[in-house]
């Protein structure tokens, strides 16, 4: 049972990088974003490749940072000099990343490297995952701090102040999708050479694993600051993957692997529900 737990902390820890990648596009810039189905696996090739031929393990990550970010910035450049709607460009770039990803991994649906060295390999798999990820979150608050994420903050709150002030709309929303595909396609390397294989098709339901985390996080912890709220992504994933190992051995519930959906879709109506409850409940007559 310990072990399953570590299990549940270690992928919600990796899953929490993609659900503050998300965060980034659908709260702080506003942006409906579902390009991140394809970045995942994005990420996860390019890192598979790359391990597969002997690679640094950390360089691949890296790798997989700069191949997350332009994805991001087609789906970006789409949505402001195209004109085509964000949910729509989203989609676009994710259904040709599928094409993309299969050339990356060499016309393969799936490539195994559990005999390659990794960043786990003969390491502490939790540990190593708090110790990469550490970094990657401080980075963030300094960003989204800095004058550059008050731009970017100011440009999801109100574009058209975020304009009058100055603030090239057009610049802060490209860099937002980039940086937030970019994270998502680092969490798909990650999660890559954890398992130890890529999938052509592992990124499905990153985004609604990603929101999930994020309501959880929002609904649940009630962190209002920025930093706070980064923080709450992680520990939402963390708490989301929980639940799951709950409900997949409740033997009584007679919940299988196949109903993980069904799962999580109740999760989200069940804790949004709860706190709207709460909140009816707390107003005045």
């Known amino acids: 049972m310990f ?10 820890l990796i899953f929490g990088v993609a659900a503050i990648g998300i965060y980034i596009t659908f709260r702080t810039i506003n942006f409906a974003d579902l390009t991140c189905d394809g970045s995942f696996v994005t990420g996860a090739a390019v890192s598979a ?9 950390y360089f691949a990550l890296i790798a997989s940072l700069f191949a997350g970010g332009l994805a991001g910035a087609a789906t970006g450049l789409l949505n402001v000099k ?6 729509l460009a989203g989609i676009i770039v994710a259904f040709m990343l599928y094409s993309i ?6 016309n393969s649906p799936n490539i195994t490297f559990i005999d390659n060295t990794t960043v786990f390999t003969n390491n502490n798999i939790l540990l190593t995952t708090i110790f990469i990820l550490i970094p990657i979150v401080l980075c ?5 701090f800095s004058g550059f994420g008050l731009k970017l903050r100011a440009t999801g709150y109100n574009k058209k102040f975020a304009l009058s002030s100055g603030i090239n709309i057009a610049t802060m929303t490209v860099a937002g999708v980039v940086i937030s595909n970019a994270l998502v396609a680092f969490a798909g390397s990650l999660f890559a050479q954890y398992q130890g294989f890529c999938d052509v098709s592992q990124g499905a339901g990153t985004l609604i694993t990603g929101l999930t985390a994020v309501v959880i996080g929002e609904k649940i912890l009630q962190f209002k600051k920025e930093p706070f709220l ?10 989301y993957r929980i639940f799951i190992n709950i409900a997949l051995h409740g033997d009584t519930l007679g919940v299988r692997t196949q109903d993980i959906n069904l799962i999580t879709g109740l999760i989200i109506i069940a804790v949004i529900t709860m706190k709207r409850r709460e909140k009816c409940s707390g107003s005045p007559v």
């Open 140 to 144: 963030l608050i300094f960003m989204l």
């Open 230 to 239: 980064l923080l709450s992504c992680l520990l939402g994933a963390v708490l």
């Open 49 to 57: 490749v790359l391990v597969k031929a002997g690679g640094d393990p």
């Open 82 to 87: 195209c004109k085509i709607a964000d949910l």
């Open 3 to 12: 072990s399953e737990l570590v299990t549940s902390v270690n992928v919600g």
């Open 101 to 106: 990803n299969l050339r990356i991994m060499h």
